[in-house]
């Protein structure tokens, strides 16, 4: 097997190949003046499995087109299989048409990957379950929900006067499931309103009984706002202590100086995208899903 690095994921490849005991093969990247990219295997692959890891966060179509083409030069120069791990899908909250004139992003972006000659698709939390019908092809739908009820457990941050919280009506399923890995928390959710056009955030009414400490859990942070706004109504009635996991650290805008000034004591978030030295702060811990993606890939 060989498995080569998108620009967008060279840690968490290296530290999954290292769990694999392999080299990361080597590919040239090169961005002209102009924004358009060339990539360019350093090696055979002529009747190899391969692998590909590139995570797409921003900027999200930079990472995707790079990707199409590393698949491209795989299918192109013999490889016998191209598994393509996505740690962060880009454009996966556009999975279906919301509103009539839209286009349905994920399955464009997924069709490119598909034809540029992917064979199989490992992606880590998925914006929805009907995520993976979108494919055409397998995909490993992995989950960073073990690793968070593990932590849990290593820093103790459970006693009972926990609940853990959804800050949206849509993080629900996920929240259960969370709770069966620690063996029955009660849950509570957060009334989230988005207003389509400016994208603002405003947090409503609390669906369940809050305790003095608080779970929250998301898929993703972006701009940060969903957390900061639950967290504030958490603790306009009464939460005291605040703890927030998320698998996928988009870190948009000021998300990471909102977050360090918000009432929450720690963010835990996956590798599934770097965060750069700039955009980490004090709260900051990151869980890798490197051996998962490894034991994944080990499978294949
Ligand atoms: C939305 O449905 C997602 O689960 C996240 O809650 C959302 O994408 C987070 O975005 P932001 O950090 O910009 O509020």
């Known amino acids: 097997m060989k498995i080569f690095s998108g620009s967008a994921s060279r840690d968490l490849t290296k530290k999954?190949?290292?769990?694999?005991?392999?080299?990361?093969?080597?590919?040239?990247?090169?961005?002209?003046?102009?924004?358009?990219?060339?990539?360019?295997?350093?090696?055979?692959v002529v009747n190899e499995d391969t692998v590909v890891l590139q995570s797409t966060g921003m900027p999200t179509d930079r990472h995707y087109m790079e990707l199409f083409f590393m698949i491209d030069a795989l299918r192109r120069s013999g490889a016998k299989s191209t598994t393509v791990v996505v740690p962060y899908l880009g454009y996966q909250r556009q999975d279906h048409?919301?509103?009539?004139?839209?286009?349905?992003?994920?399955?464009?972006?997924?069709?490119?990957?598909?034809?540029?000659?992917?064979?199989?698709?490992?992606?880590?939390?998925?914006?929805?379950?009907?995520?993976?019908?979108?494919?055409?092809?397998?995909?490993?739908?992995?989950?960073?929900?073990?690793?968070?009820?593990?932590?849990?457990?290593?820093?103790?941050?459970?006693?009972?006067?926990?609940?853990?919280?959804?800050?949206?009506?849509?993080?629900?399923?996920?929240?259960?499931?969370?709770?069966?890995?620690?063996?029955?928390?009660?849950?509570?959710?957060?009334?989230?309103?988005?207003?389509?056009?400016?994208?603002?955030?405003?947090?409503?009414?609390?669906?369940?009984?809050?305790?003095?400490?608080?779970?929250?859990?998301?898929?993703?942070?972006?701009?940060?706002?969903?957390?900061?706004?639950?967290?504030?109504?958490l603790q306009h009635q009464g939460v005291v202590e605040m703890f927030v996991f998320a698998t996928h650290a988009i870190f948009s805008e000021d998300a990471s100086t909102i977050l360090q000034g918000s009432p929450v004591q720690k963010v835990y978030v996956t590798d599934t995208i770097h965060v750069p030295e700039i955009k980490q702060f004090a709260k900051l811990q990151v869980i890798s899903v490197a051996e998962m993606i490894a034991e994944a890939l080990r499978e294949v």
Request: glycine share 8%; no cysteine; hydrophobic share 45%.
């Open 97 to 233: 048409v919301f509103r009539e004139g839209e286009a349905r992003s994920l399955e464009v972006v997924i069709r490119f990957m598909e034809q540029a000659g992917g064979t199989r698709f490992i992606g880590l939390d998925f914006h929805s379950v009907k995520i993976p019908e979108v494919f055409l092809k397998p995909v490993i739908p992995l989950s960073a929900l073990s690793l968070f009820a593990e932590k849990i457990k290593q820093e103790q941050l459970l006693d009972n006067d926990t609940v853990l919280v959804s800050p949206d009506m849509g993080g629900i399923r996920r929240l259960d499931i969370l709770s069966d890995l620690l063996g029955g928390v009660p849950t509570v959710s957060v009334e989230k309103n988005r207003d389509l056009i400016t994208g603002d955030i405003n947090a409503g009414a609390i669906h369940g009984m809050i305790k003095k400490k608080a779970i929250i859990l998301d898929d993703m942070i972006s701009s940060g706002k969903t957390i900061v706004q639950a967290a504030k109504v």
């Open 16 to 44: 999954v190949a290292d769990h694999l005991r392999l080299p990361v093969a080597t590919i040239e990247h090169h961005v002209f003046p102009d924004g358009e990219q060339r990539v360019m295997l350093k090696e055979s």
